[in-house]
């Protein structure tokens, strides 16, 4: 793991940004660009030291103790499995509502002024839409746990790269 070369973190994070703001795409493209050279040029290296620092911290030892107790005492509580909450699809609608609602909200308030408005209320709804979408979360979480497996156990192949692990 630390033998790996350091891959930048602040290109996939531009690319991101610029997606989900829609930022490359029609009259967006210049400020788009103005994004991304403020994101590069000034806090470049900033957001790499911070990324880095955050997922060093998170797997520090005492780290992963906690998120494992905290794992296993909210799936058992006690030792004996937590009975399932059922709710209602009322219930589901109205956390669905309030979470829409949410990001409508704070995703404009945050980034309206750099993006624009509109293209801050379009990110919000499409981020919506995302994290609600049952194959990508399926996807993801596959995905991140093959990268822990990877990086924990290493490949019986040694040319076997993320990218191979990830189609």
């Known amino acids: 793991f630390e033998d790996r070369e350091l891959e930048p973190f ?3 994070i531009c690319d991101l940004f610029l997606e989900a703001f829609e930022l490359n795409r029609g009259n967006n493209w210049l400020r788009g660009r103005a994004v991304v050279v403020v994101l590069h040029q000034l806090l ?4 790499e030291r911070k990324v880095r620092d955050s997922a060093k911290s998170l797997i520090q030892d005492d780290n992963l103790l906690r998120y494992l107790n905290l794992a296993k005492d909210t799936m058992w509580p006690g030792g004996v499995m937590r ?3 059922v709710r209602t699809p009322s219930q589901k609608s ?6 829409s609602f949410m990001l409508a909200a704070l995703i404009p308030d ?4 750099v993006v624009g408005r509109a293209n801050a209320q379009a990110a919000s709804r499409k981020i919506y839409d995302i994290l609600n979408n049952p194959h990508l979360n ?3 979480v596959f995905t991140i746990l093959d990268e822990i497996v990877l990086v924990l156990f290493g490949g019986t192949d040694p040319g076997r790269s993320r ?3 990830t189609v």
Do not use: D
Not at 94 to 99: F, I, L, P, V
Not at 110 to 113: F, I, P, Q, T
């Open 163 to 165: 990218q191979q692990s």
């Open 10 to 12: 602040i290109k996939p």
């Open 44 to 47: 470049g290296g900033t957001i």
């Open 110 to 113: 945050l980034a309206g002024n």
């Open 94 to 99: 109205k956390s669905k509502n309030e979470a």
């Open 138 to 140: 399926a996807h993801l």
């Open 83 to 85: 009975k399932p909450v």
